[in-house]
């Protein structure tokens, strides 16, 4: 038997509709979820346990097994509908609490804790010091910068996404784990400034990864019989995700109007939304369809149904280039999963992604705020073969090299093994094994007082 086979891990996402086959498009349910159960079967094939701690809801098991060596465990936390991640925090404690006792009735011992989101991080920090395990906090998104590049003003804001109340809370757990895993290179440099003030020397940076058995090239045959049989025609432009104002499906549909005035047959193929749109997202699809015909678009895109995860690889395939138009983008995993599949892919500059790609030979990226500098980009991979052969080629070979699930897992174990070395003589934690800490997780979700482990 492998020595890791005895070695568990905990992962923690505790919003959105998280199962072994995630509903992806159901509120709060998209890449994070992917991310988290790809990176957990590749560390269990690499032979650690991993066990996946979420929240119980909507009546489903207390348990689920999601491969070999990966299981799904669901907690009690704020009763069985759905809550929103906005204001998910104030049910978190319920979640600690029930996972504490289970914990430590199975004597379960766990490596180290990897959390994801603000949500999770706050049931992540306050498991580490209850049960004196180290804490890996991969925020996914940050508060402050989704804050300053969401549209709308400061009232409807905080109204709407809570984030005095995430702003704070990111700040005490940043604070309080042992590393952060930030993304990108940009959210990085965000950790690292106001509010947040993280050292540096806090932080690692690990990518999302994609699933290369599923994502890759194929030949321009078959993309070509594809598009047939997905009944698209002309040349095709791509996004797909989430219902989201952050998207820019809006920015898009505005950067559509050079492209169409130039190319007849061009084409916006736009898929976002979810198997069970909420009144929001009908909203916002009601407000796209509008912006079309107010732009003369209505006959140049089409609004796809929700896009099931099995089919993803043969839209990508079938599309002419991909576009990722986000106002705001932590990573941009879309982004990278069309790439693999050798889709030429434009690029938002408000994320990450784009500061680790050679524009003009793996992908091209433009600001989508200046509508006319994105749709420019779009017709030079539209408009030139050569771009689009120089885009294909090397993006899909940019994916394999950085973006593999395994690369990923491999970098993730190794801040772990950082994280293990540094705090082998770490007083605060000595001090927590023995039962002098345990936090009192309440409305001050991090607030440390004097009491019993048990």
Known sequence: MSPRAQQRIMMISTHGYVSAQPELGQPDTG????????????????????????????????????????????????????????????????????????????????????????????????????????????PHSIGSWKRDNMPGTDDEKEQRFNFSRRIRDEKAIYDECDTLIATTLQQRDVLCGPPYDVPPGKIEVVPPGYDDTRFFPVSLSTRQTLKRELGLSGRIVLALGRMARNKGYDLLIRAMVPVCQRLEDAKLFLAAGSTQPTPDELEQLAALKQLAAELGLTERVIFGDYIPDDDLADYYRAADVFALSSRYEPFGMTAVEAMACGTPTVLTTEGGLWEQITWGLEALYANPNDTEAFGHALLEVLQYQQVTDQLAKYGSQKARARFTWTGIAQQLLGVFGEVERDTQTDSRRVAARRGLLAPAVGKEPLLWTAGSLS
């Open 31 to 138: 890449g994070q979820v992917v991310y988290v159960l790809e990176l957990s079967k590749c560390l269990a094939r690499m032979g650690w346990q991993v066990d996946i701690l979420t929240r119980q809801f909507d009546d489903r098991p207390a348990q689920e097994i999601v491969a070999p060596r990966v299981r799904l465990l669901r907690f009690p936390c704020g009763g069985n509908d759905f809550i929103p991640k906005e204001t998910l925090c104030d049910s978190i404690p319920e979640l600690v609490a029930s996972a504490e006792r289970f914990v430590r009735k199975h004597r379960l011992r766990y490596q180290f804790i990897n959390s994801h989101y603000w949500d999770a991080g706050l049931a992540g920090q306050a498991l580490a010091n209850r049960l004196a395990v180290p804490h890996l906090h991969t």
